[in-house]
């Protein structure tokens, strides 16, 4: 059995197979999603969604499912499954499920008394196409398989209903046919590696639920429409091809470029494999240049995400060439434009968030750890050079310099910080002044590039920005140091004195402005009050402000966001910070850290982490369905994990060495 494979008794049990989607991108904004049992629970889920920039910015649903009927003397057997409210499910064509499968693709196995049907689906490599190959495993009689197209034309964040401006008309092309129910809209191709027979029969579908919008509080009916059906003959053994996608294809090529792109999967055979895999989904390609979304379904590309994610989504899976199309080619030359006050020429998002910039940093740093501090001092020691200067000369719009060495920021009117829901446009964090994470971010950044400057043999800059970090360290200790652990922002003399886990940052990054004390006592009392099996709480259930579920209306979840759900990104900082106080000592308690995070690669979005999960137990996960920094912070500890076994074994080793050589010299 594969890593991912799921039964019969999960699957048909709906109250269970609908909790678990999947999704599948295709490097450049395409994405394949639904539930395990291809019923759609979210408005964002479909077949074939991808972004149409020429009509917005958001991704659009062209093709919503694609239903298959089996017909066997006659008889029919519909695959499809649809909700359409008090819980009613039509056709119910899950009860034919015997087995998921996705240990290389996603793979459905259907049985029909003696039929057995095998379904597996795949996403065209940069290219708006996905592919659905049928083969008839194991048939007794002739089979006739009719396949119903529900199309939607609309973006991920609409719900479309019956009108009359929706053309319902096909028009042929190489075995099938297209349509474009809307002007605006590029054609959507449906084609078969064989020929097909195409029978018009306009229907609207009326009133399809989605249960995921209805619990989120939103709108969650729809009508789609489905112009007609297709039909072909099938024998024992036979494999045919299904495509759709915004071009015509030559459908004698689909089963070569079907076999081309299984040669490009990679199997998932445990959780590190499967992470990697999910990983190199966020990569989006467009023309020369290189993303990484921080998610899917409705993220694009923001700046301190894609600089926290980048190292764990490229280096640490072993991708070093997708580290230089993101950075390399992309972001640094966006964040150039932002400096030079071009930032309404950049894609990048949030480029001007405060600590933005000391993300991208802190990626260097990471790069540095991973190759050599030289070839990070070579290539990139002079742009984080530039990037410190930068925050020194106050040029930056949301972040200014005080005289203490500590960066300053203003978020009561706009987020300044991460936690950054807001109510009728206003803060519901208002973390303002001294924020804890974001100065040491800053003494981090200015410890690094001093050791930048050291190895390009610039010493009198690096004692020069040592010294202007040592002001910063004495102030950061005098600010947020409470004695007990690290206020989370210091305005005026106001401590906010929440137990939060941005104070981990402090205790994990490579340069730490507390001392080793100072460092356990900040690692303890987040394992006692935030630590849970899916990363740290965003506040400590000890508070009265904690809301540990997210659930309810948007009003209702957007006050929780930050108080009270856990985040997993958070666990990279806490693994590091912890290691630094246990070392060798704390692999064991890591390894049982980790496993927490195991259990989620069959559960919710199967094969990858949520954006975040509920504080108290059984920390369900919400938010968006695969999300970057969840995926490169658990990557980062099984990375940190790896590097602390193999010095452990290279010290048992020099140990070994050393008796030996001991036990020599005594002879």
């Known amino acids: 059995m594969s890593y991912l494979n799921f039964d019969k008794k999960v699957l048909v049990n709906l109250e269970r197979s609908l909790q678990k989607e999947m999704i599948r991108t295709n490097r450049a904004g395409v994405y394949n999603s639904t539930t395990l049992v291809d019923c759609n629970t979210r408005k964002y889920h479909g077949q074939l969604v991808m972004p149409i920039p020429e009509i917005g910015d958001d991704n659009f649903v062209l093709l919503s499912s694609l ?21 009613h499910f039509s056709p119910n064509g899950h009860k034919y499920i015997r087995e998921f499968d996705c240990e290389l693709i996603s793979k459905t196995i259907y049985r029909v008394g003696a039929m057995v049907l095998e379904k597996e689906r795949l996403l065209v490599s940069f290219e708006p196409r996905v592919l659905i190959r049928y083969t008839l495993l194991e048939s007794g009689s002739p089979t006739l398989l009719r396949f119903r197209p529900f199309l939607a034309f609309r973006s991920v964040n609409e719900l ?65 429409l489905v112009p007609g059906y297709f039909e072909l003959p099938m024998k024992k053994g036979e494999s045919i091809i299904f495509a759709a996608g915004v071009t015509e294809c030559k459908t004698g090529s689909l ?22 895999n999910s990983a190199s989904q966020f990569y989006k390609r467009e023309g020369d240049k290189c993303y990484l979304l921080a998610g899917f379904p409705w993220f694009h590309a923001d700046a301190r995400n894609t600089f926290f994610a980048t190292p764990s989504c490229t280096l640490d899976i072993d991708r070093p060439e997708y580290w230089d199309a993101i950075i390399n080619k992309t972001a640094i030359e966006e964040i150039l434009k932002f400096m030079n006050g071009r930032g309404n020429e950049i894609k990048m998002t949030g480029m001007d968030e405060p600590d933005a910039l000391l993300w991208f940093v802190r990626a260097i740093q990471k790069y540095g750890h991973k190759y050599t501090i030289r070839e990070a001092a070579d290539e990139y020691g002079q742009l984080c050079l530039d990037i410190v200067t930068w925050y020194r000369k106050q040029n930056h719009p949301r972040a200014k310099l005080h005289q203490n060495g500590l960066l300053w920021v203003d978020g009561t009117q706009r987020p300044a910080t991460w936690m950054n829901a807001t109510e009728n446009g206003w803060p519901i964090t208002p973390r303002t002044g001294y924020v804890v994470e974001i100065n040491a971010l800053w003494y981090n950044a200015m410890r690094f590039t001093a050791e930048l400057l050291r190895e390009m043999g610039k010493e009198t800059s690096a004692d020069l920005m040592e010294y202007q970090a040592e002001i910063t360290k004495d102030a950061f200790v005098k600010t947020f140091w409470n004695g007990v652990y690290l206020n989370d922002y210091v305005l005026d003399g106001y401590e906010n004195r929440e137990v939060r886990p941005n104070q981990i940052w402090a205790a994990g990054l490579p340069y730490s402005p507390l001392d080793k004390k100072q460092q356990k006592a900040v690692v303890d009392i987040c394992t006692k009050e935030l630590l849970t099996p899916k990363g740290l709480r965003t506040l400590s259930p000890k508070s009265g402000d904690y809301r540990p579920v997210y659930r309810g209306g948007q009003q209702e979840r957007d006050r929780n966001f930050h108080n009270g759900p856990v985040w997993p990104f958070t666990i990279a900082a806490y693994a590091r910070a912890y290691m630094n106080v246990y070392k060798y000592s704390g692999i064991s308690f890591m390894e049982r850290l980790l496993v927490g995070f195991e259990a989620e690669m069959d559960q919710l979005t199967i094969g990858t982490l949520n954006e975040m999960y509920d504080g108290n137990p059984p920390y369900k996960g919400h938010g968006g369905m695969s999300y970057a920094p969840s995926v490169a912070a658990v990557i980062s500890v099984m990375d940190t994990l790896k590097n602390y076994r193999k010095a452990e074994e290279e010290a048992k080793g020099e140990r070994l060495e050393a008796n030996v050589n001991g036990k020599e010299a005594s002879k």
């Open 67 to 87: 239903d298959e009927t089996v017909i066997q003397h006659g008889a029919e057997f519909n695959l499809g499954l649809h909700e359409y409210g008090d819980n």
């Open 160 to 224: 479309t209903h019956e009108n009359p401006l929706a053309n319902p008309n096909m028009d042929e092309c190489e075995n099938g046919r297209y349509n474009r129910m809307y002007p605006g809209f590029p054609n959507l191709y449906m084609q078969f590696s064989k020929a097909v027979e195409y029978h018009h029969d306009p229907q609207w579908y009326k009133d399809i639920e989605y249960r995921k919008e209805k619990e989120r509080g939103y709108a969650f009916k729809e009508d789609l």
């Open 255 to 276: 089963k070569a470029t079907w076999k081309k792109e299984l040669e490009r999967r990679n199997k998932r055979l445990d959780m590190f494999s499967t992470l990697k």
